[in-house]
């Protein structure tokens, strides 16, 4: 059984920066993929960003250039760097991991709160 614990977030004023971290127990392999999603309130959950086995990326168009998923594999963890928050950033954050040939291994973390205002 594969666990993820996510943690960082918290209250940011906009223009400022936040990074989320998860963590993984559990059997995570190389071909994973593994990203980040949010939901905010009374809005269906989205991605933001993940990153695939290969290193290849992708971004939701919203956050490009202001956000930079990494991962290690060694430590089995995924990162979100968040920089120019805006209050529309304002969301849950869930970290996920899925397996691209095992369509039943796609984990999700509890979810860090995320929230920009002044």
């Known amino acids: 059984q594969v666990q993820l614990v996510e943690s960082g977030g918290g209250l940011v004023q906009p223009g400022g920066s936040l990074r989320l971290s998860c963590s993984a127990s559990g059997s995570i392999f190389n071909r994973d993929t593994m990203g980040w999603y949010r939901q905010a309130p009374g809005k269906q959950r989205e991605l933001v960003a993940n990153?695939?086995?290969?290193?290849?990326?992708n971004y939701a168009d919203s956050v490009k250039g202001r956000f930079v998923i990494s991962r290690d594999n060694t430590l089995k963890t995924v990162h979100l760097q968040m920089n120019s928050l805006k209050p529309e950033d304002t969301a849950v954050y869930y970290c996920?991991?899925?397996?691209?040939?095992?369509?039943?291994?796609?984990?999700w973390g509890q979810g860090t709160q995320v929230t920009v205002s002044s």
């Open positions: 996920n991991v899925r397996d691209p040939a095992m369509s039943w291994r796609n984990y």
């Open positions: 990153m695939l086995s290969g290193g290849r990326t």
